[in-house]
């Protein structure tokens, strides 16, 4: 059985950081590219970061320089580490494992943990 379980958000205030981890189970976890989204109220889910299971990284614009995700493959975890943050990064924030196996896509998401940055 496939777990991901995302931990390390809460509340914090504008410039602040934080550091979400997802640990997963269930899965041969270095073969698989990990990604990080983020849901705001009212909002479409979107792409935050990706960390592919060659270690290349990707973010999205509105977080270029201040996020940064890596992973621990001998942990099974992958990290956001996130500086300067704003009220407009506050979300509930995914994490996500996928992977393509021959013409098979595999996607597997954790429940989410939530992030808020208020003063």
């Known amino acids: 059985q496939v777990q991901l379980v995302e931990s390390g958000g809460g509340l914090v205030q504008p410039g602040g950081s934080l550091r979400l981890s997802c640990a997963a189970s269930g899965v041969i976890f270095s073969r698989y590219d990990m990604n990080w989204y983020r849901q705001a109220p009212g909002k479409q889910r979107e792409q935050v970061a990706t960390i592919t299971s060659g270690g290349s990284t990707n973010y999205a614009d509105s977080v270029k320089g201040r996020f940064t995700i890596s992973r621990d493959n001998t942990k099974n975890t992958v990290y956001l580490e996130m500086n300067s943050l704003k009220p407009e990064d506050t979300a509930v924030y995914y994490c996500?494992?996928?992977?393509?196996?021959?013409?098979?896509?595999?996607?597997?998401w954790g429940q989410g943990t939530q992030v808020t940055v208020s003063s």
């Open positions: 996500k494992a996928d992977r393509i196996w021959g013409s098979v896509r595999y996607d597997y």
